[in-house]
């Protein structure tokens, strides 16, 4: 008895009736869906870029706010005649403001200042500081070293958020930098603030 032996051609011809084959008009319904969706895409991506581009990222904007003004106003509730020191020309306030200290207890004189390089450095005073106090307003900086400016050894500090913080204690007064500024620029505030306290 022959055993029948398997037709070679057989499996070779079984894989080419499964394989899928689409007509010409087949083809073009899937390019167009294909194409549909990208366009959709397109037109999705372009819709949500107008706002972004219509509303550019906001730069610190100089506002040169009347810190003499504000500080005379402020005067009677702090106690303490509260810092306004002269700075060169570039510099300017976009705030001035009294905190009565509703929230933590610490009542403080605040002022935001504009460098000339377009940074952002914020003065902070107070005759009633305590260490909690210190680490809040420098956004939770650990102490990195030392720096002197004005003839003032100040405590110079780094936060997680990249933002540097200087901290003295001048004629009894707690004062706080903190910003984005560069150190240089950190030099010729904390100079003038020294200048002031001293000169009051």
Sequence with gaps: MSETQPDPQQPQQAEDAVTPVLTTKQAKRANATVMGMLIATG??????????????????????????????????????????????????????????????????????????????????????????????STGDSAVAGERQAGGVTWELRDSSSGKASMVAEVEGLTVVLTGSGELSEFDVLAEHVVEDLRGN
């Design 43 to 136: 037109l999705t991506l372009a819709l949500c870029l107008v706002p972004v581009l219509l509303n550019p990222s906001p730069k610190m904007q100089a506002r040169n706010v009347d810190v003499t003004a504000a500080a005379n106003q402020a005067a009677g509730d702090a106690g303490y005649s509260p810092l306004d020191p002269e700075l060169p020309d570039g510099w300017t306030a976009n705030y001035a403001r009294w905190n009565t200290g509703e929230n933590n207890g610490v009542p403080t004189w605040e002022v935001g200042y504009v460098t000339p390089g377009s940074e952002f450095i914020a003065l902070t005073e107070t005759n009633a500081a305590n260490p909690t106090w210190v680490y809040e």
